[in-house]
């Protein structure tokens, strides 16, 4: 590993530096990963590792030191641990952040499943949208106007490590991308859709999932050629946007492990006889 330097003032250039990645990444090429968790997963995925960053504090954490020693090159900044705290955004962080380069946008068209996500605003809820689509197989998320950047330390986060195995694609135009969508789109929508639980869904599917508060954009819903509504108990008004993508790609995911022979429900595009 390279010799640490230490930076105990905000107005440090390298510091700066910092400061302007967390606020536009994608606009550097570059993000941060923040915490021992996601630091390990770089270097387990093989991801470049750019840039180490270790608190005062930090160095004393023997599970930092173990990954200190497994970045032989790579450069490290020994920030004061009020720097940071500024950096990472949270109150008390482990103490290591990694800049890595953010990966290339994904070339070609969409086999498969994916997950289309029109204007979901709060980081966290893309997060989660982001691992679980990892965590149910699904290889390509598309992120259209008015999301929270995937790239952003807070989704990173909350993706726990899943971005790594995503083609992540941002500022999209989702009625245009649908046209290049191999599997059958599907709008999720509060009311008035299908029954979740009686679509086939065993293809491959592009899931379309709206704003948090104003849901799927009217252009959206129409674009697609099915509905589809998760029913609820009385007196529920619905689901979170992240919790309702998770019921719809793990139903998938059921259905799919069904043995051949046995039926699986069909809806708009073939009823169970």
């Known amino acids: 590993m390279s ?7 905000r107005e440090n250039s390298r510091f700066k530096a910092l400061r302007a990645l967390i606020d ?3 606009r550097q090429g570059r993000a941060l990963v923040d915490g021992i968790h996601l630091v390990a ?3 387990d995925r093989g991801i470049a590792v750019k840039q180490l960053l270790v608190s005062e504090s930090g160095q004393l954490n023997t599970e930092i030191a173990v990954l200190l020693r497994r970045a ?7 920030l004061r641990d009020s720097l940071f705290r500024q950096i990472s955004g949270v109150g008390t962080p482990t103490g290591i952040a990694a800049v890595i380069e953010i990966p290339p946008v994904p070339a ?5 499943d994916a997950v289309l996500l029109d204007a979901v605003q709060d980081a966290g809820n893309v997060g989660a ?31 726990q490590g899943a971005h790594f195995s995503l083609a992540i694609r941002e500022q999209v135009d989702l009625v245009a991308a649908l046209a290049s969508c191999s599997g059958t789109s599907i709008a999720t929508v509060v009311r008035g859709g299908e029954s979740l639980y009686d679509l086939d869904l065993t293809g491959p599917m592009a899931w379309l999932v709206g704003n ?15 509905r589809a509504t998760i029913p609820l108990a009385g007196g529920s008004e619905s689901l979170n946007v992240a919790a309702a993508t998770a019921v719809c ?25």
Do not use: M, N, Y
């Open 3 to 9: 010799d640490f330097r230490h930076i105990s003032s």
């Open 24 to 26: 536009d990444p994608r």
């Open 41 to 43: 997963t770089c270097f």
């Open 72 to 78: 032989a090159g790579v450069d490290c900044l020994i």
């Open 108 to 112: 070609g068209q969409i086999s498969g």
């Open 129 to 159: 949208i982001l691992r679980t689509a990892a965590a149910a197989g699904v290889r390509d998320v598309l992120l259209g106007p008015g999301c929270a950047g995937a790239w952003t330390p807070r989704v990173l986060r909350a993706g």
């Open 212 to 226: 948090e508060g104003a849901g799927l954009s009217a252009e959206l819903v129409a674009a697609a050629k099915v």
């Open 249 to 273: 790609l793990f139903e998938a995911s059921r259905q799919r492990l069904i043995p051949p022979g046995k039926t699986v429900p069909s809806g708009s595009w073939g009823h169970k006889k």
